[in-house]
């Protein structure tokens, strides 16, 4: 009754293909905006797209989730190293470390989470503590490690293959507390 | 679409209101189409719940990130509310509100409360996921998209013929941030590797099927230069990606489909789904068609 009345007011013609388009044969009642409620909207638009954009350019997560869109986007040399980030833990009266899981299942962080902040764990070990801890507490039927060790597996490349043996490198160790 | 082809000056006279007026701009009006109400109540039950599905499997590492304290990294707006780092109790409070919101959210069950809160609650849980390390960027989309469902107000599944501006700009926003995500990180690969024909001619899927490849795909390790030619095909569709946004019919269709298979490929061949993002290409389809005629409300 109202849409009629405001038909008729307005002169204006009922939208049928509107209708049509929107996959029915109802009637639609178009819901005007208020300037405000256009403004609001564009502008927030706009102000996420120039944050996303900095983000980009800045080469910085910091803003998420308007940050940069990092995953994969730095070249690899087809004659470079492949590295990959790896956890173990030596447990008493084993004679070699045992590698671990690297997740959340595991240590209660995933590699990615890791090598996110390598140069901040390298630097400082005792942050390794706290793997040790969280292992501990996920698997309470199994012994405590002894030491916590992580580490790197290098791969060379030639022309985009792997070359020989993966070469494994320790970056950072701590004797859990 | 749906408005009349006819110059601003005389709509203004038409309908007598100025913020109606405003809408003859082709800017504004491509911003915020009028759009059917229960495309929105649809496209909600899929954001909210996949919103679910997420915390318990894709960012469930927030439980565990519990015991990690030490290696909480705040991102810029967390540290800026003052977020504290999340303790075990904290995330499993976390995790059942956003379940319980989220359910009343899909359900469009007190709307505009129940999505604010998932708003409050899964952004909590972001920047828990996020804040320890790597920061993924497959939700970016979706983030935007609970952020912005909200904003719509009421949108019940029987409003197949009504139509609103406010849900023309939420799913415009999704929309965008979806094909941003792609060209966006064409943009990325041109910063972070200086050149992009570095990246194109480089060894990224070498690398990535090395670290975490299905042992299916490791013989493609074998064939470097179709990896090659796959990098640059990357390259192709995720620049040409706003284009989405300009197709319509089956052009559109076809578009939504090449991009759900990208990603099943990259799934199947290292695991990684992007399904925070899949979900999101929802936001491009009629999904009003989905609701039975005889449940769509009647003239009124």
């Known amino acids: 009754m109202d849409e009629k009345k405001r038909r008729l007011l307005t002169n204006r013609k009922p939208p049928a293909d509107a209708a049509a388009s929107a996959g029915s044969a109802t009637a639609m009642k178009p819901k005007p905006m208020t300037k405000w409620s256009i403004m609001w909207r564009l502008g927030a638009t706009a102000i996420a797209l120039v944050i996303l954009?900095?983000?980009?350019?800045?080469?910085?997560n910091d803003f998420f989730?308007?940050?940069?869109?990092?995953?994969?986007?730095t070249a690899k040399d087809l004659d470079g190293e492949v590295n990959s980030t790896c956890i173990e833990a030596q447990f008493p009266g084993e004679d070699e470390p045992r590698r671990l899981g690297f997740n959340t299942a595991t240590v209660g962080i995933e590699r990615g989470d890791i090598e996110s902040q390598l140069d901040r764990v390298i630097a400082h070990p005792e942050l390794l503590q706290t793997l040790a801890d969280s292992y501990e507490r996920l698997h309470p039927d199994e012994p405590k490690p002894e030491t916590m060790i992580l580490c790197r597996n290098v791969t060379q490349l030639e022309n985009g293959q792997s070359v020989g043996e993966p070469e494994h490198k320790i970056l950072a160790t701590w004797e859990v507390q | 679409m749906n408005k009349p082809a006819k110059p601003?000056?005389?709509?203004?006279?038409?309908?007598?209101?100025?913020?109606?007026?405003?809408?003859?701009?082709?800017?504004?009006?491509?911003?915020?189409?009028?759009?059917?109400?229960?495309?929105?109540?649809?496209f909600r039950v899929f954001v909210y719940v996949f919103v679910i599905i997420d915390v318990l499997t894709i960012s469930a590492d927030v439980i565990p990130?519990?015991?990690?304290?030490?290696l909480y990294q705040p991102l810029w707006l967390a540290r800026f509310l003052h977020i504290p780092p999340v303790s075990v109790l904290g995330a499993q409070i976390l995790l059942a509100a956003i379940i319980v919101f989220s359910l009343l959210a899909a359900a469009g069950i007190l709307q505009r409360i129940s999505g604010w809160m998932v708003v409050i609650t899964f952004g909590l849980w972001m920047f828990y996921t996020q804040g320890y390390g790597y920061v993924a960027h497959d939700h970016m989309a979706l983030v935007i998209a609970v952020v912005v469902l909200p904003t719509v107000g009421i949108a019940r599944f029987r409003d197949v013929g009504t139509t609103s501006a406010k849900a023309g700009w939420a799913l415009r926003v999704v929309q965008i941030s979806v094909v941003l995500t792609y060209f966006y990180s064409v943009v990325m690969k041109w910063i972070a590797s200086g050149n992009i024909a570095d990246w194109g001619n480089g060894a990224v899927i070498v690398w990535a099927l090395m670290r975490r490849g299905a042992e299916w795909s490791k013989p493609f390790l074998e064939m470097p230069g179709l990896l090659i030619a796959g990098q640059w095909a990357t390259l192709v569709f995720e620049f040409l990606s706003p284009i989405v946004l300009f197709l319509k019919g089956r052009w559109l269709y076809g578009a939504v489909v090449f991009f759900l298979l990208f990603h099943l490929m990259t799934y199947f061949a290292l695991g990684i789904h992007f399904l925070p993002t899949v979900i999101c290409w929802a936001a491009f389809l009629p999904l009003e068609k989905l609701i039975p005629k005889r449940f769509a409300a009647s003239t009124r």
């Open chain 1, 65 to 73: 989730p308007l940050g940069s869109l990092t995953q994969y986007a």
């Open chain 2, 8 to 42: 601003a000056p005389k709509t203004q006279t038409l309908t007598g209101t100025p913020a109606e007026a405003k809408v003859g701009n082709p800017i504004i009006r491509w911003f915020t189409p009028q759009i059917s109400l229960a495309r929105v109540a649809i």
């Open chain 1, 53 to 60: 954009t900095c983000g980009q350019f800045l080469n910085t």
């Open chain 2, 65 to 70: 990130h519990g015991w990690t304290p030490d």
